[in-house]
């Protein structure tokens, strides 16, 4: 095995190897896990008790903590009792005029403090307004200065936590499985342009590479949403049209597999397979940006695209993508050269087929 | 010929188990996320990443025992 024509494979170990380590040693940012009760009642002394995640609340010396009504109407937390790193009890001084009239008023909570960086309480507490009379005005105070956090750390989201990582294994091995189908796309035309039996071959083993990684990305994406949304399986467009391109290149195995005529199986396949591909194209990637989805990016979710899909996570997403795809064309190659096998020994395996098969 | 047959039990027998280790593999990993919500939920559900990553990863060595089942193949009908 000379490394001068298989540097690729080396490549790839190396790649996943890379990305096994820093995407799971790379810490998560700082965030707010939780609240003991997101309806506040206002009183002089509203005390909410956080519990943050990743946080230093006891090391930081700078804490602080705001209620943002709207952008002209923050209140700064005038107490905050640290109990541990990620216990702490937020006083307010909620016997203000509060803006609007609605009795009820929706609220963000935002911790800042120099080690973490500032943090949000993404599903937002409710505030039910003080109706006594003689309330203090209230004097909004700005967010102007708060901290970054430091360091090469990935995101934190709500519900997502730690699962963000997946991103790179299940997210990546549905891009890699893209461009695997898309070699096999190429050859099977090449294949209708100029039937030649390697073509054939090497268009049934991308696509048999890429269907493992079509059932892989759906098993993986099973396994998140147990633990992200709840179920194995939900009534999410995406898994259903995901599944259904999955079952249409399951049916090219099948059909190919059931045409005995060698010539007629490899031109029915090669042109099978292009349908495959262009079916796919819509199931994977029109209908579902179309329908409502929990996936990131649709029915409003926001996408792992900008603050999300940040510059840390970009670092490991693309070699994850990198790696999957040469394991993936190393393991095509190992296909073809077990039919290029199969080819010197026909005769044999012919009658092998016919005892074993 | 009987030979053959031999091993073509041989292969069903290792699919088989194959098949049967993935199953209890996943009924365990179910049984603990049933179970024990907490523990797969525990630090921020970093369980749930390593369930991906073993999915990742079985999914592939089972096309490795496939490839691995052919060649076997090609091995003993050219030993002929």
Redesign the interface.
């Given at each position: 095995m000379s490394i001068k024509n298989n540097w690729w494979k080396i490549l790839s170990v190396l790649l996943m190897l890379y990305v096994?380590t820093v995407g799971?040693l790379t810490p998560?940012k700082s965030g707010i896990y939780g609240v003991d009760s997101i309806s506040l009642k206002a009183s002089e002394n509203t005390v909410v008790r956080v519990e943050g995640?990743n946080s230093n609340y006891d090391k930081a010396t700078d804490l602080r903590a705001w209620l943002k009504f709207d952008s002209t109407h923050i209140i700064k937390a005038k107490r905050i009792s640290v109990i541990d790193y990620k216990m702490a009890d937020i006083a307010f001084d909620l016997n203000v005029t509060l803006p609007g009239t609605s009795e009820v008023l929706p609220a963000t909570l935002i911790i800042d403090n120099e080690m973490d960086g500032y943090s949000i309480f993404p599903e937002g507490l409710v505030v039910t307004r003080n109706k006594m009379e003689g309330l203090k005005p209230l004097v909004s105070s700005s967010l102007n200065d708060l901290h970054q956090a430091k360091g090469f750390k990935f995101p934190y989201m709500n519900i997502?936590?730690?699962?963000i990582?997946?991103t790179f294994?299940?997210v990546a091995?549905w891009m890699a499985m893209f461009l695997l189908m898309t070699i096999g796309l190429i050859y099977s035309i090449m294949y209708l342009v100029k039937p030649t039996l390697k073509y054939d071959h090497v268009a049934y083993s991308y696509t048999?590479?890429s269907l493992?990684?079509g059932?892989?990305g759906l098993?993986?994406g099973a396994?998140?949403a147990?633990?992200?949304w709840g179920a194995y399986w939900t009534n999410d467009v995406r898994l259903n049209m995901a599944a259904v391109a999955v079952l249409i290149y399951f049916a090219y195995f099948i059909l190919r597999g059931s045409i005995e005529d060698q010539d007629k199986r490899n031109r029915f396949a090669a042109a099978f397979n292009i349908f495959a591909y262009l079916a796919m194209i819509p199931l994977l990637l029109i209908i579902p940006r179309l329908a409502d989805s929990l996936h990131p990016g649709v029915g409003g979710n926001p996408a792992f695209s900008g603050e999300d899909l940040d510059n840390t996570l970009r670092m490991v997403f693309y070699p994850a993508i990198i790696s999957l795809i040469l394991?993936g064309v190393w393991?095509a190659s190992?296909?073809t050269r077990?039919f290029q096998?199969?080819e010197k020994?026909i005769d044999?395996?012919n009658?092998?087929s016919f005892?074993?098969e | 010929m009987r030979k053959k047959l031999d091993f073509r039990w041989q292969y069903i027998r290792m699919s088989k188990k194959s098949f049967l280790f993935a199953l209890f593999a996943f009924l365990y990993y179910d049984s603990i996320a049933q179970a024990g919500d907490d523990f797969i939920r525990s630090t921020g559900k970093i369980y749930a990443v390593v369930g991906v990553i073993l999915v990742l990863f079985l999914g592939i060595v089972f096309y490795l025992f496939r490839l691995d089942k052919k060649i076997k193949n090609l091995e003993n009908n050219h030993d002929e």
């Open positions: 096994l799971m998560m995640y997502l936590h730690e699962t990582r997946n294994f299940h091995i048999a590479i493992v990684y059932v892989i098993a993986t396994v998140w147990r633990f992200s394991l393991i190992l296909r077990i096998l199969e020994h044999k395996i009658k092998a005892l074993v | -």
